[in-house]
């Protein structure tokens, strides 16, 4: 029998921890309850002052992604690193990079995804102008995986390392920070009624960057942490 | 005939102790290679080094006479390495590892009930991992070798938690594979009672 094409091997990977994810649910759902939370205690702590809510709004909902996104980072390999299915998986005789493709985008679909499906539900808690929407959605869907792909490097370097908590925050959280400045900018223009053009084609580049480079930084980081 | 796997002075540091140095092997087919030595005497790291897991200080492991790291894609698919962890899921299925196994690897055309049969685990394909005693756990992490293709097995302490009968049982399996030409790799704390095969021993800690 042939070995599966690449394809193939990336379908089966990417379902895998689909299916890993949901037998783990309650502990999948805890970014999507940060987020939640997050950004419903600021209204409470605030005040009732509708325009100062709709005017911070952008910056509280990225902010709270970009937090509950580095919460789930430790998960994408944590797992695999301790029972030994990473090291199977950097000796199979598949492109690295495309494995952990595979699982970055399971990650996604299981962390990032579903802030997508709240965020408008929360902007209209904060009274986010209604013209913002599409923007707001828009930066969810470019942003979050940019935030997926480039905390994998930073998992993965600190992965075999008993407490890299901390470093994995420092690591990351610098390379985090254009991905905010650009998303929440492009929510603001839109807001006050104005094209976001220019920000939103950063963020694709971001995107495009971010899916060409990472996935070889980390199959290369990766190697790193099993030697 | 050429050796299919050779240590070209193959040097160990770790921690700024040498573990060991100008190491030089070389197994043909059918012929099985047993690593002793105390604790932390690099039996885990030499067998790293072989899979290419880890680099060596210095010298080459070769793979049909070229360099494994210029050899690649090609050399991964003839190795299969059971560390001293699983890598298997524990909430997935029997099945559904053995079938991630395949993914991952050269699949045989073997039934997976049929695979599961040969290392005892029959009836038990749709238990999670995570209901598994230690030895049947390690015995499915075993089944990597029934149902994938591979030339080179190399693994790390095969026999923890197994029972007399099923290390009898991959003893058999073991020369069956040297039988067909296979090359095995393996440390052990357990005395290997493999009468008709050629046995190569290496001792690290002379």
Known sequence: MKRLSLSQAFWFLLRRDLLLAFRNRSEMANPLLFFVLVITLFPLAIG???????????????????????????????????????????????????????????????????????????????????????????????????????????????????????????????????????????????????????????????????????????????????? | MSALLQTRDLSCVKDDRVLFEGMNLSLNAGQILLVEGKNGSGKTSLLRILTGLSLPESGDVLWQGRPISEVGADYYEQVNYVGHHDGIKRDLTCLENLRLVQAMGKPLPIDLDEALDKVNLYRFGDNYV?????????????????????????????????????????????????????????????????????????????
């Open chain 1, 48 to 227: 009732a002052e509708p325009n100062l809510l709709a005017r911070i709004a952008p910056g509280i909902i990225w902010v709270a992604a970009l937090l509950a996104s580095m919460l789930s980072l430790d998960g994408i390999f944590r797992s695999d690193f301790d029972d030994g299915t990473l090291e199977q998986m950097l000796l199979s005789a598949h492109p690295v990079p495309v494995l952990v493709l595979a699982k970055v985008t399971a990650h996604w679909l299981v962390t990032g995804l579903p802030l997508l499906l709240v965020a408008p539900l929360l902007a209209m808690m904060l009274g986010l102008d209604e013209d913002a929407y599409g923007i707001l959605l828009l930066t969810i869907l470019l942003g979050t995986p940019v935030l997926s792909l480039i905390g994998s490097i930073g998992v993965a370097l600190t992965v075999g390392l008993r407490k890299g908590g901390i470093i994995l925050s420092l690591l990351v959280l610098p390379l985090y920070v254009p991905v905010l400045i650009f998303s929440s900018s492009a929510i603001d223009v839109a807001a006050s009624g104005l094209p976001a053009t220019a920000q939103i084609s950063m963020m694709l580049a971001f995107l495009f960057l971010a899916l060409s480079l990472s996935p070889v930084a980390t199959a290369a980081a990766l190697k790193m942490s099993m030697s």
């Open chain 2, 130 to 206: 995570a209901t598994l005693s230690a030895g049947q756990k390690r015995r499915l992490a075993l089944a990597r070798l029934v149902v994938t293709e591979a030339l080179l097995w190399i693994m790390d302490e095969p026999f923890t938690s197994l029972d007399k009968a099923s290390m009898a049982m991959f003893q058999v399996m073991f020369e069956q594979h040297l039988e067909k030409g296979g090359v095995i790799v393996l440390t052990s704390h357990h005395d290997i009672e493999m009468p008709q095969s050629d046995v190569v021993r290496l001792n690290l800690s002379e």
